[in-house]
């Protein structure tokens, strides 16, 4: 099962660079997971909401041209499952109308598997903007906990606006205690791994640096490479061996954001 998760930064947008089709004709993924979509269903073409080789799903904000999430799964796919739901939403998660998650749920074989694209607040508008962004990630930590306890695997994949490590973004002392790369968020990247779940790609590249998945456009931070990994898929830590390979798909451009891939046994 090959899934690709990537923020558009606008789902039309990146449509009309014509950077989504060849991704999607190239790469031809079993599981797409789009974030920053800005847009609602009566916006979309024909290829975004209708495309004969897959199932979308939108969950859109109620506020035009912002945030919103998107993940579309091959009819193939679709085809030799059960138990196939979608849905948009975590127990008790702020920021419900903005859309910020979609879930895709199914069972094959004997497994059951739960993927989440979500689209984490950036936290930076208000104090309440930033106190929410906190109670976000611990209500996320903890639906993952949930449905890992019942059994299944839950994949999350995402923008998830914070970079983990030093070693995850271009300049960690200038941007130390900043949004994304904050004391409190990074606590949180730290609960996780302390609670069993796994950073894939960091998990197979330890020590690997200079790997970003965000850029500042105005300042050309892609072309001088001074960015910040804050897209990342999550699992955990028990179901690595499921992995066969993850890495970013730098030279795909449209975004201020780069995809992330990942390849997984079924």
Not at 151 to 173: C, L, Q, S, T, Y
Request: glycine share 6%; proline share 5%; hydrophobic share 35%.
């Amino acid at each position: 099962m090959k899934v690709i998760s990537w923020n558009v930064n606008g789902v039309r947008a990146v449509e009309r660079k014509k950077e989504l089709q060849p991704l999607v004709e190239k790469e031809s993924p079993d599981v797409l997971m789009l974030q920053e979509t800005k847009a609602t269903i009566d916006q979309l073409s024909k290829f975004l909401v209708s495309h004969p080789d897959y199932q979308q799903h939108y969950s859109s904000a109620e506020k035009k041209g912002y945030a919103g999430t998107s993940i579309w799964i091959k009819n193939d796919l679709a085809n030799a499952v059960k138990e196939l739901a979608f849905s948009a939403e975590i127990p008790d998660a702020p920021n419900a109308d903005e859309g910020r998650i979609s879930c895709l749920s199914f069972k094959k074989g004997r497994k059951k598997w739960a993927l989440f694209s979500i689209y984490f607040p950036n936290g930076g508008k208000s104090e309440q903007a930033w106190e929410e962004k906190l109670v976000f990630y611990d209500c996320v930590h903890k639906e993952m906990a949930r449905l890992r306890d019942d059994g299944v695997i839950p994949v999350v994949g995402g923008d998830m606006n914070v970079a983990h490590n030093e070693i995850d973004i271009a300049r960690p002392k200038a941007n130390d205690g900043k949004i994304g790369f904050h004391p409190k968020e990074r606590a949180w990247m730290d609960r996780l791994m302390a609670d069993g779940w796994s950073d894939v790609w960091r998990s197979q590249n330890p020590d690997v640096a200079d790997v970003y998945s965000w850029w500042h456009m105005i300042s050309k931070g892609r072309e001088r490479n001074v960015g910040w990994r804050i897209d990342y898929f999550l699992m955990p830590q028990k179901q690595l061996k499921l992995v066969e390979d993850c890495r970013y798909l730098h030279d795909q451009m449209g975004s201020d954001h780069c995809p992330i891939r990942i390849k997984l046994t079924t």
